[in-house]
């Protein structure tokens, strides 16, 4: 099924979704009135592979574009290699009027937002994401943000792109594990903004929807609901005063748990698959806080688990990783704050939650996966 393109407007940010997203680019730089050799492209090895060439074929003016490359993944999201790109723009002569294009995942947009946002006190950028996370979350909303040494997003401004084109033919050469890694998002819009999405989606086990083509109905039907979602928060709350924080579900737990993992000897958790671990944790504190009946949190738990894969925290790991959940950006006068919900579709937002009720928490997760 061919998606058509449609322009949904987040805090007047056009986002061009469909199979001729792309078709845009070029009439959107043109608008910009920007001198051609201004223009960059952040990619990494990947993009700059599976995605570049595409872009190209659909973008005349951006053949002359400079390419600036990062090696992939989250251990490029440094203030170290902000400094790398800000001192190869720099150099190149890159002004106040360059352009930079972010050609990737969330890793790119996050460290490419960031960039433009401090070079010379601002640039205009575009987001061109290419995984489902940023697809479906990070390429939209203005959040850009860099790790400092193990704590995520630490360091970050607000700083909108000026187009984000939203081409899914891209997820076509996207490992799976990666697009696991997004459906994470995706389930966590559903669960705090839209009941009938996850009553559809847990009908469906994660490795049967992975196993649809990108071109498949329920795809076009979840990407979409979940960009107008997210579109709707980040519009009625950019600077997450309040109702963005619904957007923060699993979250909390989730970052803490994907530094550390960073850290452990295993695999590093991706941050769906770790966001997909704190909304296990966030559904157990819902239940217990906020209302959440047992069956709802038993679906919630039970298809997470089965779609996701295992990473258990053993007794001697959980004070580091309580360490890591107390220096979580959601705090206030001392309180750690979650986003919880009362019901699927339902949010609620600054709950605080004590060390022990987190440590419930986590004993909880650990149980659903020897269970
Ligand atoms: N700013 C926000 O609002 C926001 C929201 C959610 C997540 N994030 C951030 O996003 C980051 C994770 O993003 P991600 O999951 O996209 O990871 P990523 O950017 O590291 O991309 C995942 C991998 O896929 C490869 N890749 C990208 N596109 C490809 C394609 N089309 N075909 C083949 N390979 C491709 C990349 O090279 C990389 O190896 C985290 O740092 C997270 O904090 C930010």
């Keep these: 099924m061919k998606i058509p393109s449609r322009i949904i407007t987040i805090d007047r940010t056009p986002i061009y979704v469909g199979d001729n997203a792309l078709s845009f680019v070029d009439k959107v730089i043109r608008s910009m009135h920007l001198g051609h050799d201004g223009i960059y492209i952040l990619v990494?090895?990947?993009?700059?592979?599976?995605?570049?060439?595409?872009?190209?074929?659909?973008?005349?003016?951006?053949?002359?574009?400079?390419?600036?490359?990062?090696?992939?993944?989250?251990?490029?999201?440094?203030?170290?290699?902000?400094?790398?790109?800000?001192?190869?723009?720099?150099?190149?002569?890159?002004?106040?009027?360059?352009?930079?294009?972010?050609?990737?995942?969330?890793?790119i947009s996050d460290l490419g937002g960031f960039v433009t946002a401090g070079y010379k006190r601002g640039i205009n950028y575009l987001n061109i994401p290419t995984t489902l996370m940023g697809q479906s979350d990070a390429a939209i909303g203005g959040k850009t943000a860099v790790n400092l040494g193990s704590i995520k997003n630490q360091i970050g401004f607000f700083h909108a792109a000026k187009s984000v084109f939203i081409f899914p033919g891209f997820l076509n050469t996207l490992p799976k594990d990666h697009m696991r890694s997004g459906m994470a998002e995706i389930i966590k819009c559903a669960l705090v903004g839209n009941a009938r999405l996850w009553r559809r989606?847990?009908?469906?086990?994660?490795?049967?929807?992975?196993s649809l083509p990108v071109e498949h109905a329920f795809w076009h039907e979840m990407l979409t609901s979940t960009i107008k979602y997210k579109n709707m928060v980040v519009v009625r709350d950019y600077k997450e005063n309040k109702l963005r924080k619904v957007l923060n579900f699993g979250h909390t737990i989730g970052h803490a748990l994907e530094a550390y993992?960073?850290?452990?000897?295993?695999?590093?958790?991706?941050?769906?698959?770790?966001?997909?671990?704190?909304?296990?944790?966030?559904a157990y504190l819902s239940h217990k806080k906020t209302?959440?009946?047992?069956?709802?949190?038993?679906?919630?738990?039970?298809?997470?688990?089965?779609?996701?894969?295992?990473?258990?925290?053993?007794?001697?790991?959980?004070?580091?990783?309580?360490?890591?959940?107390?220096?979580?950006?959601?705090?206030?006068n001392g309180h750690l704050q979650f986003t919880l919900i009362s019901k699927p579709g339902n949010p609620v937002i600054n709950i605080s939650c004590d060390q022990e009720e987190i440590l419930e928490a986590l004993g909880f997760f650990n149980a659903t996966l020897s269970g």
């Design 201 to 210: 989606i847990r009908n469906h086990p994660v490795t049967e929807i992975l």
């Design 261 to 282: 993992s960073l850290l452990d000897s295993r695999k590093p958790l991706l941050h769906g698959e770790a966001v997909a671990a704190g909304m296990i944790c966030a």
């Design 44 to 107: 990494d090895k990947n993009t700059r592979h599976y995605c570049l060439p595409v872009l190209l074929e659909q973008s005349a003016l951006l053949a002359g574009a400079r390419l600036l490359e990062i090696d992939g993944g989250e251990d490029s999201k440094t203030i170290a290699m902000a400094g790398k790109l800000w001192n190869e723009l720099l150099a190149s002569g890159a002004s106040r009027e360059s352009l930079l294009v972010n050609l990737g995942g969330g890793v």
């Design 291 to 332: 209302g959440l009946m047992a069956p709802d949190m038993e679906a919630i738990t039970t298809y997470l688990t089965d779609g996701f894969p295992a990473y258990s925290v053993d007794s001697l790991s959980m004070p580091a990783v309580m360490e890591l959940i107390v220096h979580d950006k959601k705090r206030k």
